[in-house]
């Protein structure tokens, strides 16, 4: 499963509680970019302290769907 949300929300805690209950469910979680210092910062760090799964910000649909392809994780 491929996770696509977005950074200025509370998806990220969402997406990374369902990957610690089913890791073998969550190939990539992708979050939309903003601009708030903080928010980056977060995210950064979010990142470092989940190696398990691939996290990835981005700024709209067809960047995620490149690197998903890159990985891939899908066609």
Do not use: C
């Not at 073998?24 to 190696?51: C, P």
Request: aromatic residues 8%; without cysteine.
């Amino acid at each position: 499963m491929i996770l696509i949300g977005d950074m200025a929300e509370i998806d990220a805690d969402i997406y990374l509680r369902f990957t610690e209950e089913f890791p073998d469910r969550g190939k990539a979680i992708y979050l939309r970019s903003v601009t708030e210092k903080f928010k980056v910062n977060r995210m950064l760090e979010l990142i470092e302290k989940n190696a398990h799964i691939d996290i990835a910000t981005v700024y709209d649909g067809s960047e995620a769907i490149r690197h998903a392809k890159q990985k891939g994780l899908v066609l």
